[in-house]
């Protein structure tokens, strides 16, 4: 899980463990030392429920481009490009995540322009059209999927954002206990911790903490194909689930997420197909994307679905569901010294109440738990 939430198997870089500490205010900081030479510097934000809207689609756009109180937009602009620094914004059904990405020898004054942007942003209105065109969107899928699938942050009933409106929403939703900070990167030379105080701890705005709870969403198992990305080759895209990491059924999708990748993945194989791998997205559902000849692409469905349809039937051999618990849990709690591990368990200690919560729950994923979330999928 990244922050744009995308969680990956494969280890590039060495990383030190992530370490948790929490600031005067409660604001909770993950950190690690990693090779990186960028440094990332995310808040993961809870959203206020399953249904903000606007306000929350807009939030993080805004906050982004719309300057601070001291510094105007133009001034914020300015003062990123200075540093050569990147700042993107992500979101999932439960979750908005604003990111700054810089070379790890100009943290100091990026964790400072980060802070002014995160606390006291300005919503200047002129930049209000500009952050509405840049929504976060609920997964950072393929436009196909998306167009598919319509991201949560598209949801009407809400109707035009106000200023007012969304720094009501701000001082609500952006406030220490209700978000977490990560920090990664080659920053051994600087004492992360001090320099979070020194950005953060100073901050204490009035506002009441949103709820962690949010409702589930019931979605239907997708499937969109995609042709032409090779010779004669389609890509395939298969959704499913959606879950919140505090629902019931998150744990057993995750477990059916990996159940499918593996089950279905060898019949593509066999076929001459190939998986590409699997990305989950807490409260959007999960992305299995394959690779396949253009002869196969009708079928590849059906493939895809067999291991569904076959764990709410009961149907799966010895050993299946413990394989893909292990590699469940392998992924959405990670050694600690696994690279992006801080930014995992800082979401996990956000939505889930940790990892040691999430790994608790995997274990108790059995065939009814499976079938019963296969089943809600299915119906």
């Not at 909770?28 to 903000?52: K, N, P």
């Not at 700054?100 to 209105?125: G, H, Q, S």
């Not at 609920?138 to 009933?157: D, I, L």
Request: hydrophobic share 50%; aromatic share 4%; net charge neutral.
């Amino acid at each position: 899980m990244t922050s744009a939430a995308v969680l990956v198997l494969a280890a590039t870089l060495a990383a030190g463990p992530a370490e948790r500490a929490t600031l005067g205010n409660g604001l909770v900081l993950w950190r690690q030392e990693s090779g990186a030479g960028q440094a990332r510097i995310a808040a993961v934000i809870r959203r206020a429920d399953a249904e903000d809207g606007e306000d929350g689609a807009v939030l993080v756009p805004w906050m982004r481009l719309g300057g601070t109180r001291s510094l105007s937009p133009q001034e914020v602009a300015r003062g990123l490009a200075e540093m050569g620094a990147e700042l993107t914004c992500s979101a999932a059904s439960d979750r908005i995540v604003l990111e700054l990405r810089v070379d790890a020898a100009r943290f100091r004054p990026a964790i400072r322009l980060f802070a002014d942007i995160l606390m006291y942003p300005a919503f200047d209105e002129s930049r209000l059209k500009d952050a509405m065109a840049t929504p976060c969107g609920t997964a950072p899928w393929p436009a196909a999927v998306a167009a598919a699938w319509p991201a949560a942050a598209a949801r009407a009933g809400h109707g035009r954002p106000s200023r007012d409106r969304v720094l009501a929403y701000h001082r609500r939703v952006v406030v220490p206990e209700n978000m977490v900070l990560v920090v990664d990167g080659k920053l051994s030379a600087l004492d992360v911790t001090r320099e979070a105080r020194a950005a953060l701890e100073t901050w204490s705005p009035e506002g009441a903490a949103a709820s962690a709870s949010l409702p589930g969403t019931k979605r239907a198992p997708r499937t969109v194909v995609v042709h032409g990305t090779g010779p004669g080759r389609s890509r395939v895209y298969y959704t499913l689930g959606g879950a919140a990491p505090g629902e019931v059924d998150y744990a057993a999708e995750a477990v059916l997420g990996f159940l499918v990748l593996r089950e279905a993945g060898a019949a593509l194989v066999r076929a001459g197909g190939e998986v590409r791998g699997l990305s989950l997205m807490p409260g959007a559902g999960q992305l299995i994307t394959a690779e396949v000849p253009e002869v196969l692409a009708a079928r590849a469905e059906a493939v895809l679905s067999a291991a569904l349809v076959a764990a709410g039937q009961g149907r799966l051999a010895a050993g299946v569901v413990d394989q893909a618990r292990r590699d469940a849990v392998r992924v959405l709690a990670p050694d600690p010294s696994s690279p992006g591990a801080a930014m995992v368990y800082g979401e996990l200690d956000l939505s889930a109440g940790g990892a040691q919560a999430v790994v608790a729950r995997l274990a108790r994923v059995g065939e009814r738990e499976l079938r019963r979330a296969a089943g809600r999928m299915l119906e």
